[in-house]
């Protein structure tokens, strides 16, 4: 993974001090509260219910050990002991005091960490697939690119005060969107042309929210070299021609949809005719210099290992269940991809103690080469485990708390904190996505349903992607009481939808018996092998709303 230079530990170092000025300035009255908010912002610092929350930067994902366990120590002396991972694969403190965040920015900076642009008007946290770098189907390695673009847009003058937040997602897998490009501001598809140059289908216009799009094509094929300019003509259309007048309609989606796709596309292609030739076109030394801190570990040569896993698999049934769920293919001969779910029922989903990250560092080092992956779902992976320590490895993470083996079903929930925590939530989303999980808690029955995304925000902000889960529940305001509102049919991948409203909502104690509802619907309606999204697209909504509301 990308190593910090001595510009970069320059920068980091007089970005703390800066802040450090800045805090001690609002603190003592001499910065008003409105002065202080962008400031703020732009170091990963909110207002949230109860106390600020500090939102840590984590690119693409990828953390060292050594950063857990510094993460580990911050939880423990300046907050309540855990933190939270988001659906940006970014780390989140819930309990900051505010005189303590310089403090924390410089102990983070120590580990070649920060929280620089996390929040604010700005180029957020680039995010990419979990698995880069191992997958068997990738068409090559996206985190390069997300560390290009990262360098590109943290602290670039121009862009430092956009109309509204500004999210840019990777992806290089031919079959599987882990990133949900489609539902970003920028989605970028790695793909190869007919003559098999390298480059990347672009999507501008994503996003949910309170206007949940789908980000159109604008560009089928740019070419790698490319790649900055044209996304800095992008911005630069969009911060001269975004709304500022109204925050509701600020983001790039309701620019596109006011230009329609091909209208904004023209006059990008117009910026960009500026700029094909700047200093920011990339060139193949540029390129490689960044590849090179993205180099395969010391793999070792592992004998065949289908036969032992096989019988290990067959003489017992927990652990046949977990490698079926929570094990995925590795691109190296005797590895595996290990996914550590977040998700044991009773635990919010993607909260992990301070005691824990300690527990994930030790697993890294001594099972995956000191390296942790976050995910877009709240979970960790392990990207190069041995395939003969994998048994070794799901004794270790049982007593964890890591083992849960519902990777992709009902229970592995994508939730936002909700109103438990955040001051924006119309309701709490950890209570719902708990009942949920002890409604259903037969494996067995997961496993039948098969694959179901089940997402949950607490309001429209949709932090927790309800627009795109096959079942997306958001919290309501209903005369100051807590609502739920149910969608179906929506889907983050390649075949990206934003799902429909089922109807009226429901009071937070009936949340159990709809979900069973729905659920009933499709396991009475599937074809054999048909998971639940193919169920709903061929049958639509209607069975499910006579059920539900009869």
């Known amino acids: 993974m990308y190593v910090y230079d001595e510009h970069d530990r320059l920068i980091l170092a007089e970005r703390v001090a800066q802040f450090r000025d800045q805090t001690d300035r609002a603190l003592a009255g001499e910065l008003s509260e409105d002065e202080f908010l962008p400031l703020r912002l732009q170091n990963g610092l909110y207002v949230q219910r109860f106390a600020p929350m500090l939102r840590i930067c984590v690119p693409y994902g990828m953390m060292r050990s050594g950063q857990l366990r510094r993460l580990a120590r911050i939880t423990r002396d300046y907050d309540k002991g855990y933190a939270h991972f988001t659906t940006r694969q970014n780390v989140q403190l819930n309990w900051p005091a505010l005189e303590d965040v310089p403090d924390i920015l410089a102990e983070l900076a120590e580990v070649e960490m920060h929280a620089n642009q996390t929040s604010g008007n700005c180029i957020r946290n680039t995010t990419t697939d979990q698995f880069s770098g191992v997958q068997v189907d990738e068409v090559v390695d996206p985190r390069p690119y997300c560390e290009i673009i990262r360098q590109w847009s943290t602290f670039h003058p121009e862009f430092a005060f956009l109309p509204r937040k500004f999210k840019?997602?990777?992806n290089a897998s031919e079959h599987t969107d882990r990133a949900a490009i489609q539902v970003h501001d920028i989605g970028l598809q790695v793909v190869k042309n007919d003559a098999g140059d390298l480059g990347f289908r672009v999507h501008v216009g994503g996003g949910l929210?309170?206007?949940?799009?789908?980000?159109?094509?604008?560009?089928?094929?740019?070419?790698?070299?490319?790649?900055?300019?044209?996304?800095?003509?992008?911005?630069?259309?969009?911060?001269?021609?975004?709304?500022?007048?109204?925050?509701?309609?600020?983001?790039?989606?309701?620019?596109?949809?006011?230009?329609?796709?091909e209208g904004f596309a023209?006059?990008?292609?117009?910026?960009?005719?500026?700029?094909?030739?700047?200093?920011?076109?990339?060139?193949?030394?540029?390129?490689?210099?960044?590849?090179?801190?993205?180099?395969?570990?010391a793999y070792e040569t592992v004998a065949d290992q289908s036969d032992a896993l096989a019988k290990l698999r067959f003489e017992n049934k927990a652990f046949d269940n977990w490698v079926g769920r929570n094990v995925d293919s590795h691109k190296k001969a005797g590895y595996a991809i290990v996914t550590l779910t977040m998700k044991a029922t009773g635990t919010p989903p993607g909260d992990v103690s301070d005691r824990q990250l300690e527990q994930i560092a030790d697993l890294a080092d001594?099972?995956?080469?000191?390296?942790?992956?976050?995910?877009?779902?709240?979970?960790?992976?392990?990207?190069?485990?041995?395939?003969?320590?994998?048994?070794?490895?799901?004794?270790?993470?049982?007593?964890?708390?890591?083992a849960t083996p519902n990777?992709?079903?009902?229970?592995?929930?994508?939730?936002?904190p909700g109103g438990d925590y955040c001051a924006l939530a119309n309701a709490k989303s950890i209570p719902v996505a708990e009942s949920i999980q002890r409604r259903f808690d037969n494996l067995d029955f997961l496993y039948d349903l098969g694959n179901i995304d089940?997402?949950?925000?607490?309001?429209?902000?949709?932090?927790g992607h309800h627009h795109v889960g096959n079942i997306g529940v958001l919290g309501v305001d209903k005369k100051g009481e807590e609502f739920y509102q149910v969608s179906l049919g929506g889907s983050s991948q390649h075949d990206a939808t934003i799902g429909k409203i089922l109807g009226p909502s429901f009071a937070q104690e009936d949340m159990p018996d709809v979900i069973e509802k729905i659920v009933d619907v499709y396991v009475k309606n599937r074809n054999d092998e048909e998971e639940f999204i193919d169920t709903y697209r061929r049958i639509g909504i209607d069975p499910f709303k006579e059920r539900v509301y009869a």
């Open 168 to 170: 840019i997602a990777v």
């Open 209 to 261: 929210g309170r206007t949940p799009m789908v980000g159109p094509v604008i560009r089928e094929f740019l070419p790698e070299h490319d790649l900055l300019t044209y996304l800095e003509a992008v911005v630069r259309v969009y911060n001269r021609y975004g709304r500022r007048d109204n925050k509701y309609k600020a983001r790039i989606k309701i620019l596109v949809k006011a230009l329609s796709p």
């Open 266 to 297: 023209e006059k990008v292609e117009a910026e960009w005719a500026h700029l094909k030739g700047s200093p920011t076109k990339l060139t193949a030394e540029a390129i490689e210099r960044v590849q090179a801190y993205f180099t395969e570990p």
């Open 366 to 402: 001594q099972f995956s080469f000191g390296e942790i992956r976050v995910t877009h779902q709240q979970n960790v992976v392990l990207a190069d485990v041995r395939q003969d320590q994998l048994f070794e490895l799901w004794q270790a993470i049982i007593p964890m708390g890591f």
């Open 407 to 416: 990777l992709n079903t009902l229970t592995d929930i994508i939730c936002c």
């Open 454 to 463: 089940l997402n949950i925000s607490g309001c429209m902000n949709a932090c």
